[in-house]
């Protein structure tokens, strides 16, 4: 099959590691950035983008959701962590199906490509129906099946093999787009032996983890109280913790438990939003980068946010962190943009394929228009311009290991609006199955 | 002249107040709300707007923005107040003129008309030529002359004449949708003299007040120092405070104070991501809205937000408020809301003509289309699909004092593209200049 090639002129790169000087063209063969230069001929070129007045980014990654769960969006808001998930998004998830979750996933996936977003990392149910909504919408996944035993030696196993399944199923699949990463709950829902097993599949396999920890007060006291010992000290007590772990929300961290975060080179997820909203918690995000320890960005489910925004995530990220340190020069709009791209790259183990424009890497990429009222004058700064003045309502276009998802705001792989009536339906369905 | 009139068909109202159960028609004309009913004939009507898929909601009220201050969006972030401000703003202000002031208010004006926000309350200099972007863009506008003598007599007379001078040329002016108030800058840079003098001016021209107050810990320790007394405690001592002031910030705020404000009927516009971004610190609102004190809501300037989008201000504001109280059920996307119309109206002085849809009131309307990824699925909560799902850029109609400024998106009274070149412009040049 011949090459399929992509050329972006006149780009600004705006990119976390390598800096571009001035405006740039970029090749993409098949999958991958294969030049960056001043002037790349346009002979025998598939297709042209002109990337004047636009910024190319990488696509952002987002490190922790819940994809399905779009379906949820503004199903329960200004409620409890508690009241929030006992009393509306459990009866919900009681009756799910493989089917509700891949609209849901589908409807995520067609808010992640509007707002740039090109890899995200998800943990939930029917995991391999997620999978089909990754595989037809040309987006990059990491997907785990959230696994929860409550001590119960029959239910470990068929989670277990649950995960397991769809690491053989999925793992590798859809072009190298889809990895799957084994997805204890938490260490409240999952019980020692379940983190012990998952471990040890771990190192058989190389699959790598994703887990929430730390989230509220409360999940400190329950750990505490059932194990003398405070969640991370007690993760790193039964060896589970390591660089292949990432652990999303950890707000509550004592400073002996940060020091077990980097000397494990364990990765975070910070979701503002979602903390914020269910007033869990801010976690200190400025501390763990003043340590070198890798922290990237997730938005959470979006019934808990309520949207995959990851613009807004970022921006909401370094605000807090501002205000909540009195310190206006932490989490900088660099910071920020490496947050949202070469960070999460790195937690999920794809720091040589995604997160940053480099010759070699994935054509995993974004532009934004900065022709819109809420981004001009655009000559000052780059990052600051993106991060603090944007959302994800300016991005244009988006590249996903080569292919184009969106150009000039519309989808090419999928077809929002018959996406949009099928959500509404599955969810008026199972309001009415309540 | 014949009654002009739009007819807006189908649409679910979102309001702060008044519920409308189901979707509605709506007529306006002229420049008033005339009827609201279940079906409205469209005869002789000169223009009709189908509203299905989307929610009508009054107008958005900033209460607090810098407008000409567009022109410094992104030119120095992740600063202390003052390195931002002396070493950034103010060299950059010294080379300001009324041109350029003009450009910048014409450049915030399309961001406001395209977010959705129909009035906003504004301080600054050269207010003549932003009371010139006013009439041109077709939004309405509350316009006060930063105030700020530094207790030099001098200066004071100058100032005050300038402030009663654009009050004398500009007040009611527009078809009445520009009113002028007094801007004394704040109890640090404004004399007691000078705060003596407003009031007295205030209470014989029925003019209201805007000004600064409690932004910072520096301005608690300076006025403290200075004063003997907290700033709303000098406020209240030389009898300046009254229900027609709206004071920007409030951050910094003593249970004493909060009781000041209370007794005082002192209305407060809250700024939250200005606070966040230049750490200030954060307001104690929802102490505030316990204690039925009227608070609205303002973006600040765009050079320290950096936007103006109104929805993610008050996104923001709310999930801040859940966090700091680590109370979930705190400013409700209900309360939000009401920030957002009403009390900006209150804060103002405007209930009996805008904030909220009613018959009898000014048109100022905007829609937001709910088909759009990260708005659906919208069935549960308008608020929350509102608040916490959107952003500005899924307003698609703007309309004030009964004129359609933006329809599908599209602006009618100003020329976006021509404006960004003269902002882009007018920006290059004053860099320069420094």
Not at 7 to 29: C, M, Q, R, S
Not at 49 to 74: E, V, W
Not at 182 to 191: E, F, M, N, V
Not at 214 to 219: A, D, H, I, L
Request: with cysteine; aromatic share 6%; charged share 25%.
């Amino acid at each position: 099959m011949a090459d399929n090639t992509i050329l972006i002129k006149n780009a600004l790169i705006l990119n976390p590691d390598v800096n571009y000087e001035g405006k740039k063209d970029l090749l993409i063969k098949n999958d991958l950035i294969c030049e960056i230069s001043d002037n790349i001929s346009q002979e025998n070129v598939d297709k042209i983008i002109d990337a004047s007045d636009k910024i190319l980014l990488p696509g952002f990654i987002n490190t922790h959701t819940h994809l399905s769960m779009t379906l949820f969006r503004g199903l329960a808001d200004d409620l409890s962590l508690d009241e929030w998930l006992n009393d509306n998004i459990w009866p919900m998830e009681a009756n799910l199906n493989g089917d509700y979750c891949y609209i849901g996933a589908l409807l995520g996936a067609v808010e992640l490509i509007k707002s740039g977003t090109t890899t995200f990392s998800d943990m939930y149910f029917y995991m391999e129906d997620v999978a089909k909504a990754v595989e037809e919408s040309g987006i990059r996944a990491l997907l785990s099946y959230g696994m929860i035993d409550f001590g119960d030696e029959e239910r470990r196993k068929s989670e277990i093999e649950e995960n397991m399944t769809l690491f053989k199923n999925c793992h590798d699949t859809a072009d190298g787009r889809i990895k799957v990463f084994l997805g204890p709950h938490s260490p409240y829902t999952a019980s020692e032996e379940l983190l012990r097993e998952v471990r040890k599949l771990a190192d058989e396999n190389g699959i790598k983890i994703h887990i929430h920890v730390s989230e509220t007060q409360k999940e400190i006291d329950d750990v505490s109280a059932e194990k003398g010992l405070r969640p991370f000290e007690y993760l790193d007590s039964i060896g589970f913790l390591g660089p292949d772990v990432i652990c999303a929300h950890c707000v509550w961290l004592s400073d002996d438990e940060i020091e077990i975060i980097k000397k494990n080179d364990v990765k975070i997820s910070h979701n503002p939003c979602s903390n914020m909203k269910l007033a869990s918690g801010i976690a200190p995000v400025s501390k763990l980068l003043e340590n070198d320890i890798c922290v990237s960005i997730g938005t959470d489910g979006a019934s808990s946010n309520n949207n995959l925004d990851l613009i807004e995530e970022l921006k909401t990220a370094s605000l807090l962190q501002k205000v909540s340190t009195l310190d206006p020069k932490v989490l900088t709009s660099d910071e920020a943009l490496a947050m949202g791209t070469i960070n999460g790259a790195k937690a999920l183990g794809l720091e040589d394929e995604i997160g940053s424009i480099k010759v070699g890497k994935k054509a995993d990429l974004i532009l934004i228009d900065t022709n819109n009222a809420n981004m001009v004058p655009d000559s000052s700064n780059l990052s600051s311009n993106v991060i603090y003045s944007a959302n994800g309502s300016n991005v244009d276009t988006t590249i996903c290991n080569g292919k184009i998802l969106m150009e000039n705001k519309k989808l090419t792989t999928l077809d929002e609006q018959e996406i949009y009536e099928k959500a509404r339906k599955a969810i008026d369905e199972l309001k009415k199955a309540l």
